[in-house]
């Protein structure tokens, strides 16, 4: 008598023979007609990487899940399909969809040897179960399987079925379809793939794991041997071409990292964009799944604002100004950022050394964050406040070498910048601290104000404190929205918001996301104009010496206390800056002591001051950039001062007079010409303010965007703002001829001293 096993083995036995004996009449039936009726079959999309460019449409790197490059089947090569049929299908070409034959030598061959040793799937039935169905091995889902392939082959052709499994099958190594398993066995597109390369891929198939030519060279060998073969017998090949391809080598391309861990240019500015499509933005969907998906398998085309010629340039004056970054632990780390006023546009982001490389903090993006404390040149904000709240340009503060404040909380102590008294445009020139302390703690002005007014400029990834210490810059920013607030002055007081996405295009070439321009004024005209002589002189001839640029440009350095964080942030109308230098983590100085996060290794001078390191790579990225562009004032004579806010008499035309503060909608002007846009904006009631751009879409004069926009209802003599283009200026400026003094060599007077930090009470 058998034994025990012998029992049970014979039962395994039985239970095989009889579920493929079921198998095979149900499947051989199915192919015989019982079911026509099935629906026709809604195919889904592959998933498709999406791919990134910068501005000029150059590409910068895939996301992805799979990796997967779908092929048109006129790009894959006739020897690759016929492999792939000869294989796994090889009357492809005339059954529909089930193949009676295939299905009963798989189950004769399956009950003689007691288990799946062959199957009888079709090419057809292999993309239904890979694409449409779930992977559970069971006879209804055998049988849906090929009801499906019956009603996907009534559908669709042939040539389109054999398209979507070449792009849809897995060959092992990560690699979906015959375009990224081209790429990852050999380096070489599809269409360059030769005879024993295409058999090897079509081999895969089968079991990607127990034929992998990485890991199991012999077991793919053979099979590939096999794929040949079996090609000779159906007479795709000829017996010679059959014996040269036996006799080739297997050759391997040396393995590569996906794309996407490539190293490509931008990386930290790519990180930016991720976050935003998957976290703020609902561009791709309304939550973080579907915009994951999306993101990740949709095939999109991210069109970005970053320039890659703007890019290099920030990468190479930091690298020439640091050249000891990676290589020398006392060198600082650096970040830069550069906007576009006029758009918002991020048009480089460098968020620190070697996004690629081996440092532990390598992919963290010191351009964003938690920030840093900014010191000086946060002054220009404080400046910015006390201007809209009345103070007089000409009003003197006084500014001595050392002061002491009462403030609530304890006593302030303030040194740095003793020049008696001065302006504010005077006190800015030379950074003084004193002097900055009195105007924050002015009764018009105020701490809360300075707050309000860097919110409104730019300042929003970061939570500021309504403390004095903030005129100073105690609190932290992060270097994107200290370039934002000097957009913002660049700009002529208007804020756009910094964007980096243009565009998202689908992989059928419709837009599913266009950037929009929104903007809203932060600072008045008349503020700008007294700013931007300040800033200037901080250039010609003051602490920013450094930052020369041989053109009309305005700017503040900034040094935190203990000289840890240092700034530069400056602009022309073209282009807004902002540059930190500083230590991201403990450093030491080659004797593996460890130091506190941003404080110089020992027994080293190394400092980082504003007027030095910052204001030199500001220089040099500036020089560069603009270097085709013609030179142009700092404050756009093109603009115009804000009007009266006076409630304008309505026009009797549009019923009774409108009394101030009653609520009136605002009529469409967007496309009109302003003079027709103006007086439609006053007949109902409201006071207009002219913002000018330049743009190349409409004619000059007329009006791009309004806000609020229309059928939108406001008080009485509230302010609509309208957008309108205007042909670009053409007054130039000449450079200056002379470099300013730089007092004690280190190109910084006045930010050499405490800036408040830790001595600041709160």
């Known amino acids: 008598m058998p034994d025990a096993d012998d029992d049970q083995n014979g039962g395994v036995h039985r239970r095989t023979t009889w579920i493929w004996s079921i198998l095979a009449v149900t499947l051989v039936a ?7 009726e099935a629906p026709p079959i809604a195919l889904p999309a592959n998933a498709e990487p999406s791919a990134i460019f910068d501005a000029n449409g150059t590409f910068i790197t895939e996301l992805r899940e799979e990796n997967r490059t779908t092929v048109p089947l006129e790009q894959i090569p006739r020897l690759v399909q016929d492999a792939v049929i000869a294989i796994e299908d090889a009357r492809f070409w005339t059954h529909n969809g089930v193949d009676p034959r295939a299905i009963a030598r798989a189950a004769s061959s399956n009950v003689a040897a007691g288990d799946v040793a062959e199957g009888g799937s079709t090419i057809t039935q292999q993309y239904v179960k890979n694409a449409l ?11 849906e399987e090929a009801t499906t392939a019956l009603a996907l082959e009534r559908s669709y052709s042939k040539q389109l079925i054999l398209e979507l499994y070449l792009n849809t099958i897995y060959l092992g190594n990560g690699a979906y379809g ?9 380096g070489v597109p599809v269409q360059d793939l030769s005879l024993p390369q295409a058999a090897l891929i079509a081999g895969i198939i089968q079991a990607p794991s127990r034929h992998d030519p990485r890991t199991a060279a012999d077991s793919a060998m053979d099979r590939r041997n096999l794929v040949l073969r079996r090609m000779t017998e159906q007479g795709l090949i000829t017996p010679a071409q059959r014996d040269t391809a036996l006799a080739a080598p297997l050759e391997l391309a040396d393995p590569q990292p996906p794309p996407e861990q490539q190293p490509y240019p931008g990386a930290h500015f790519i990180d930016e964009v991720k976050n935003w499509l998957l976290r703020e933005s609902d561009a791709l969907g309304g939550s973080t799944a579907e915009r994951r998906e999306q993101l990740l398998r949709g095939g999109l085309r991210i069109d970005t604002s970053i320039d890659l010629g703007l890019q290099a340039a920030a990468e190479e004056a930091i690298a020439e100004v640091l050249p000891g970054q990676g290589a020398d632990p006392r060198t ?10 006029r758009t918002g546009f991020v048009r480089a982001m460098v968020g620190g050394h070697d996004y690629f490389g081996t440092h532990p903090y390598r992919q963290a993006n010191l351009a964003a964050g938690s920030g840093r404390q900014t010191g ?19 009003r003197r ?15 302030w102590s303030v040194r740095g910048g003793g020049i008696g008294s001065g302006t504010m445009a005077e006190c800015t020139v030379v950074s003084s601290n004193t002097c900055f302390a009195n105007v924050v703690l002015d009764p018009e002005v105020g701490s809360e104000r300075a707050v309000e007014m860097a919110e409104a400029l730019g300042v929003v990834s970061t939570e500021l404190r309504a403390f004095p210490s903030i005129v100073l810059g105690a609190d932290n920013a992060t270097v994107e929205d200290m370039s934002a607030v000097y957009a913002t002055f660049a700009n002529d007081g208007v804020r756009v918001p910094p964007a980096y996405v243009t565009k998202i295009t689908g992989p059928d070439g419709e837009v599913v996301y266009q ?7 932060a600072l008045s005209t008349a503020s700008v104009r007294e700013i931007a002589p300040a800033l200037e002189g901080v250039i010609s001839r003051g602490t920013g010496g450094s930052a020369d640029i041989g053109r009309p440009a305005g700017g503040k350095t900034g040094s935190a206390q203990n000289n840890t964080d240092a700034w530069f942030a400056g602009y022309t109308q073209e282009l807004s800056t902002a540059v930190w230098v500083g230590f991201a983590e403990p450093r030491d100085a080659g004797d593996g002591r460890p130091q506190l996060v941003g404080m110089s290794p020992p027994n080293t001078r190394i400092q980082v001051y504003g007027g030095t390191y910052p204001a030199q790579i500001w220089s040099r990225f500036m020089r560069a950039a603009l270097a085709d562009t013609p030179p142009s004032p700092l404050v756009d004579p093109a603009t115009t001062p804000a009007p009266t806010t006076t409630v304008p008499e309505p026009d009797p035309e549009f019923g ?11 009529p469409e002007v967007e496309g009109l010409d302003i003079e027709s846009a103006t007086a439609a904006l006053r007949r109902a009631g409201f006071v207009v303010e002219r913002l000018v751009t330049t743009s190349a879409a409409m004619a000059p004069g007329r009006v791009l965007s309004q806000r609020p926009l229309a059928g939108t209802r406001r008080p009485a003599g509230s302010t609509v703002v309208l957008e309108t283009s205007t042909l670009p200026p053409t007054t130039t400026v000449a450079p200056p001829t002379t470099q300013p003094p730089d007092d004690d060599g280190d190109g910084d007077d006045g930010d050499d001293g405490d800036d408040g930090g830790a001595d600041d009470a709160e």
């Open 30 to 36: 199915a192919a015989c007609g019982q079911a026509r």
């Open 133 to 143: 169905l779930s992977p559970e091995q069971t006879l209804g889902r055998k049988i």
């Open 178 to 186: 015959v375009g990224a398993a081209a790429q990852t066995y050999f």
């Open 332 to 341: 600082p780390d650096a970040a830069l950022v550069s906007i576009e006023p």
């Open 376 to 394: 000086s040149a946060f002054k220009p904000v404080v400046m910015a406040a006390a201007l809209e709240a009345g103070v007089p340009a000409g």
């Open 397 to 411: 503060f006084d500014a001595p070498s050392a002061a002491r404040f009462n403030v609530p909380g304890g006593v």
């Open 515 to 521: 950037h929009e321009h929104h903007q809203t004024r």
């Open 656 to 666: 009774a007079p409108v009394r101030p503060g009653e609520r009136v909608t605002v």
